[in-house]
């Protein structure tokens, strides 16, 4: 296919990621508070999350050998490491419903189509729009469930200075298939240039949520400012690891970070360590990426947190967990989980969940990620 939609995203609105057995180190005091109120609470379907005295008692208690070290953090802490991606994302995505679960599939190629996207690059790179306008309007006709040939007569129309006429290429587009992030990123643009702000917005906050690491997007903002909009920068920015070693898990800390990152590391240590904690929690002792294991994790080290800091201890506060905590104040830390880790996991998460949880995923986005300028980093407790 012709020219990546990748590049198209770089134009801007407004002008064109057996040793002897160590004791784990104490990471909370004694009496720190329960997790925060979004992580759920045990029902008869769900687990019962372990606050970190329980966690450091398993770990203290078990026969693995584990052993704590304090460590530099990379600068965007562990999360490359934690989370590195295992799904390869699908270029021009379809999904299908099968079995009762959401598969993503390549979109089908249609040769003729495709030609006359290579017939007409040449001209759109020369922005001689009409002409390439007239090989687009054809695909279209050759191919009218090719929503990328309504992507592309969109663009020709939007650099050619007609937002509005790009806005219908766009929609159509759109509902022909609505999960591509990359037309909602460009139906913002075509709103935001007929000054359809509030729509533009919604739109904007559609593309981050079917891709939450989409780059291109994070750009345009930086590059816009005057758009009064900021996307919030990642808000999990873990400070603790834990990893298997020849003598058994070493859990790693940074000491130049909040404490609470070491209630975070064994967390991790046990949930890597303990293959019956798996099990307890999640039924499978298979690892693989799971939000209840990022909620207890988490949980675990904002009870810390708010702990060291109702004691006054806030010299190595992190200010991303107060952010956090705020989130999970409002009953969303399972979609910053979410937004900021499954995506990393698996870029196209969003796209096998249902619409309810896509709409959920949405409403986080506009309450905590795309925000208004004099609201991005105001989290203080």
């Not at 702990?307 to 969303?332: C, F, H, N, W």
């Not at 900021?340 to 409403?363: N, W």
């Amino acid at each position: 296919m012709r020219r990546s939609l990748l590049v198209l995203g770089c134009v801007l609105v407004l002008g064109c990621a057996s040793t002897p057995k160590s004791k784990p180190a104490a990471a909370a005091p004694a009496e720190a508070p329960p997790p925060p109120a979004s992580a759920p609470s045990a029902t008869p379907e769900s687990p019962r999350y372990l606050t970190p005295q329980q966690i450091l008692k398993r770990l203290e208690d078990s026969q693995v050998a584990y052993s704590v070290e304090g460590k530099d953090s990379p600068p965007g802490g562990w999360a490359d490491a934690l989370w590195p991606q295992r799904v390869k994302a699908v270029d021009y995505p379809r999904v299908v419903v099968r079995g009762g679960e959401r598969v993503i599939q390549p979109w089908p190629e249609n040769p003729q189509a495709k030609a006359l996207y290579d017939e007409a690059e040449p001209h759109f790179q020369a922005k001689r729009y009409d002409e390439a306008a007239k090989l687009y309007t054809r695909a279209t006709e050759v191919c009218p469930d090719c929503y990328v040939a309504w992507i592309f007569r969109g663009d020709a129309a939007y650099f050619a200075g007609d937002p509005g006429t790009a806005l219908g290429h766009y929609r159509k587009a759109l509902a022909i298939n609505p999960n591509d992030h990359r037309s909602w990123f460009f139906l913002g643009n075509a709103l935001v240039q007929l000054e359809r702000y509030d729509e533009a917005l919604e739109a904007w906050a559609m593309c981050l949520t079917l891709n939450p690491r989409y780059p291109v997007i994070r750009q345009f903002f930086r590059n816009n400012a005057s758009l009064g909009l900021v996307i919030n920068e990642d808000a999990i920015v873990p400070r603790g690891y834990a990893e298997r070693t020849p003598q058994g898990i070493s859990i790693q800390f940074d000491p130049d970070h909040d404490p609470a990152w070491l209630a975070f590391a064994n967390c991790k240590a046990l949930w890597l360590g303990e293959p019956s904690h798996r099990q307890e929690m999640t039924g499978t002792t298979k690892e693989h990426f799971t939000s209840v294991e990022e909620l207890e994790c988490l949980g675990s080290a904002l009870a810390v947190h708010i702990g060291q800091k109702e004691q006054g201890k806030t010299e190595s506060s992190d200010p991303t967990l107060d952010r956090l905590y705020v989130i999970a104040q409002d009953g969303m830390l399972l979609e910053a989980v979410l937004f900021e880790v499954g995506a990393r996991v698996h870029p196209q998460l969003v796209l096998t969940m249902e619409e309810s949880s896509r709409q959920r995923l949405k409403t986080y986005v506009l309450e905590h990620v795309l925000v208004p300028v004099a609201r991005a980093g105001s989290y203080d407790l």
